[in-house]
């Protein structure tokens, strides 16, 4: 059974600061990573997903893939009030139709 | 673009009740979803459907029952409303035959059981 785990439960930064959030998965077989964003009152967002290891660039968000040791990350460059959120890993194995999610890791950017 | 509508928003129900959650979508997408929020907590998977009248049990199927009438639209049922069933329902669809495709989730339903 696949088991995703995220830290920290919650973030504090600065606005302009980098918001770093850690998700662990348990499946060696596991294929491709999401992370979702989810504002309060609201359904979860796609950020951006990467299924290939080392980092991908999608403006001030980076994601960085090791699946050797099982990790995925999410950094946030230049931190916003609009970034403060509930941000989820979610990951599929051979069934692509399947996503796992992490617990979440609630952000708070303050201005 | 496109859009989900979940009816209602908000659901208020007594112990031992049945209920019904809707769920609409117009991207023309194949797979849908029905996933269950507990507070601040992460989401987890109740019922799948890949086409219309498919229907694939997730993790927590159990004291659940769902329909896809039609390629729009899937339902679910909480068949016997629970005081630890308050949570909010998320629908969401994906476009099937895209490894890469992401689910897109619609606004929720918040289920308060009295």
């Known amino acids: 059974q696949q088991k995703v785990q995220q830290s920290p439960e919650s973030l504090i930064v600065p606005e302009g600061g980098m918001a770093s959030l850690n998700c662990t998965f348990s499946?060696?077989?596991?294929?491709y990573f999401w992370w979702y964003r989810q504002h309060s009152g609201e359904g979860p967002k796609a950020l951006m997903?990467?299924?290939?290891?080392g980092d991908k660039k999608e403006g001030r968000f980076t994601a960085h893939l090791n699946k050797a040791s099982l990790h995925v990350s999410l950094h946030i460059k230049d931190s916003q009030p609009s970034d403060s959120a509930l941000y989820f890993c979610?990951?599929?194995?051979?069934?692509?139709?399947?996503?796992?999610f992490g617990s979440g890791t609630k952000l708070t950017v303050e201005p | 673009g496109g859009i989900i509508t979940q009816t209602p928003k908000f659901l208020i129900g007594q112990e031992g009740q049945k209920l019904t959650l809707k769920c609409q979508q117009n991207?023309?997408?194949?797979?849908m979803y029905w996933y269950r929020q507990d507070s601040g907590k992460g989401l987890r998977l109740i019922y799948y459907?890949?086409?219309?009248?498919?229907?694939q049990k997730g993790d927590l199927s159990e004291g659940y029952d769902a329909s896809r009438e039609k390629k729009s639209s899937f339902s679910l049922t909480v068949t016997s409303a629970q005081k630890n069933e308050m949570a909010v329902f998320l629908c969401?669809?994906?476009?099937?035959?895209?490894?890469?495709?992401?689910?897109?989730f619609g606004p929720g339903t918040r289920l308060t059981v009295l």
């Open positions: 991207f023309n997408h194949d797979t």
């Open positions: 499946d060696r077989n596991s294929q």
């Open positions: 997903s990467i299924f290939s290891n």
């Open positions: 459907s890949i086409t219309e009248n498919d229907l």
């Open positions: 969401a669809s994906r476009r099937t035959g895209g490894n890469y495709a992401e689910q897109f």
């Open positions: 979610a990951v599929t194995l051979s069934n692509y139709n399947v996503l796992y």
